[in-house]
């Protein structure tokens, strides 16, 4: 994903100053000329990613996955630090967009239970979290309509950037709702977006729920 950022950071105007891989000891350029970091590694790293972002004072994008534990921690640092983070399992508009359908689906279903919700999330074979975090809000975000969480398979092959199918099955019927994601242009934009929309911001604040706060009027 940092190199989807990379490319993705200049078509809205921006400059990447400094770049820091996992596998290198010390950042690529100066972290303290950049405006906004954004974070793309793992859970183990997270935790050191966010000390550090706290003592620089620097607001936060956190993209990455499996840290949901960690939730409460990270909340407490960034306020305390009195910096802004915006996290998401997933920057994608798109998917944004995909799963206000889905909670409207779960909503409607819910006065007909002849009808079953399920999952099947597909991803390339190198990712390493199954289910993905964006599955998992899927499921949460159903589990919260209907009063129990949906079946949610998971697959792990080839090379596909990301897709989520929600089926609505009935006794005579289905509904698919899914969404495909072609590469990874989407969720680095939307990053992008995020790293614009945290400025001047403080508290760690979900993507989604910012949002629909830009939104308010049209949602």
Not at 54 to 69: F, M, N, Q
Not at 127 to 145: C, F, M, Q, Y
Request: proline share 5%; hydrophobic share 40%; with cysteine.
């Amino acid at each position: 994903m940092g190199r989807a950022v990379e490319a993705a950071a200049p078509l809205r105007g921006h400059q990447i100053v400094a770049k820091w891989s996992r596998i290198e000891s010390q950042p690529e350029g100066d972290l303290s000329l950049a405006d906004v970091w954004i974070d793309f590694s793992n859970a183990e790293l997270l935790p050191e990613t966010v000390e550090k972002a706290c003592r620089a004072g620097k607001p936060l994008v956190i993209g990455t996955t499996g840290w949901d534990d960690a939730l409460d921690m990270v909340r407490g640092q960034v306020g305390q630090a009195g910096i802004g983070a915006i996290y998401s399992p997933n920057f994608s508009l798109g998917v944004y967009f995909y799963s206000k359908l889905v909670g409207l689906t779960a909503r409607w279903t819910k006065q007909f239970p002849e009808f079953d919700l399920g999952i099947l999330e597909w991803h390339h074979r190198h990712k390493v979290d199954a289910p993905s975090g964006t599955a998992k809000a899927l499921v949460r975000l159903i589990e919260a309509e209907r009063g129990h969480a949906p079946e949610c398979a998971v697959v792990r092959a080839g090379d596909c950037p990301g897709q989520y199918s929600v089926w609505m099955d009935g006794p005579s019927d289905t509904v698919e709702l899914t969404h495909r994601a072609r590469n990874r242009d989407s969720y680095a934009s939307g990053a992008v977006l995020a790293a614009e929309l945290v400025v001047g911001r403080r508290g760690l604040i979900a993507f989604g729920d910012l949002l629909e706060e830009q939104w308010r009027n049209i949602l």
